[in-house]
């Protein structure tokens, strides 16, 4: 089981659910049977059960925090990510407080309308991290593993053949194809690879310019560099406008896009996976451009920016200081990107 789930905070969080919803539920109930014996025991049961979920709700908050430094995710993950962790740790403050109250008033047969109430607003909170935490899952794909093979997979009365896969993200392997899925690629907190490799011109050198900071969709203070440079910022224009038909002239079929760690190997499996969250991301927040390079040679570039990311994902605070590499080349005439490479921190 350790090797099937990489980390153990999912067992954890639906103990945690199950017994803090059970505990208000019977909760409501001894309020409702007030001075009967089936109330007492809605009491009864109601206590132990909040007892034992603020128990699990402990376990999940440290496997959650173990998984958020060391599950592979992007930048549109760990803001989604900050928000679970912000809800989780409310609605288990608020629990606790329950808690307190209940145990305050151990003695008493009757439930409290005050406890009860602070007790619903628990589960108001449990319910949106809940929330938070399947959009970790099934929009940004943390923990995820492995995507199922479509084109394996036949019923007698509808089959989902190959050309499903393509619509799903996959590169159109048949049956048989188990490969780890990779993505989402990672979000570093550590060290950054500038990446690029010198060229014989360097078209550029830093330019400490004013910046605008009008659109949250726009990049801002945007360096002049040539096309090569022209390219760059096309790339972050489309996917801030969520233009996908412009993405696919910018990049390459067999694009190759690394994050710190994680790879998608072609524009059909990024398209399929993180496409959509990175135009999500990038729409919510201002992109400002510190400081570029640019190296070209005979029919290649590498294009190296350092950018600030800054602005609200949801309700959360965004300040992280990206770098991006790109490697381009000629094809029929048109410069296409072949290779990405994206890592990023929090600001200073």
Do not use: C
Not at 19 to 42: E, K, P, T
Not at 212 to 227: F, K, N, R, V
């Amino acid at each position: 089981m350790i090797e099937l789930v990489p980390n153990w905070h999912p067992v954890w969080v639906h103990f945690t659910v199950g017994l803090l919803g059970g505990g208000v539920l019977f909760y409501l109930l001894a309020f409702i049977g007030r001075g009967s014996d089936w109330g007492r025991g809605a009491l009864s049961a109601g206590r132990w059960a909040l007892g034992a979920g603020i128990v699990f709700a402990g376990l999940a908050l440290i496997t959650g925090l173990w998984a958020a430094g060391n599950l592979p995710h992007d930048d549109a993950a760990h803001a989604n990510m900050l928000v679970h962790r912000n809800w989780a740790f409310g609605t288990t403050a608020v629990f606790v407080l329950t808690a307190i109250w209940m145990l305050v008033r151990r003695r008493s047969e009757h439930a409290s309308i005050g406890v009860l109430l602070l007790a619903v607003v628990g589960l108001t909170g449990l319910t949106v991290t809940g929330y938070e935490g399947g959009e970790n899952v099934f929009e940004h794909g943390l923990g995820v593993q492995r995507l199922p093979d479509a084109g394996g997979h036949d019923h007698a009365a509808h089959g989902h053949g190959s050309d499903d896969a393509e619509s799903q993200g996959h590169d159109g392997k048949g049956a048989g194809d188990d490969r780890r899925r990779e993505e989402p690629v990672s979000h570093d907190h550590g060290e950054h690879d500038h990446g690029g490799g010198k060229g014989p011109d360097d078209e550029e050198a830093h330019d400490d310019g004013a910046h605008d900071h009008g659109s949250a969709a726009a990049s801002t203070g945007a360096i002049a560099g040539g096309e090569l440079a022209d390219q760059a910022e096309a790339l972050a224009g489309a996917l801030a406008a969520g233009d996908e038909a412009r993405v696919r002239e910018l990049l390459a079929e067999n694009v190759l896009i690394f994050e710190s760690g994680g790879a998608e190997r072609s524009l059909e499996e990024y398209a399929g996976h993180h496409m959509g969250a990175d135009m999500k991301f990038l729409a919510a927040i201002q992109r400002e451009v510190l400081e570029r390079k640019v190296y070209r040679g005979d029919g290649t570039g590498v294009v190296a920016t350092r950018s600030r990311l800054h602005g609200a994902y949801g309700d959360r605070a965004i300040d992280l200081i990206s770098t991006e590499t790109l490697a381009l080349e000629q094809r029929d005439g048109a410069w296409k990107i072949v290779h990405i490479h994206w890592a990023s921190a929090e600001g200073q």
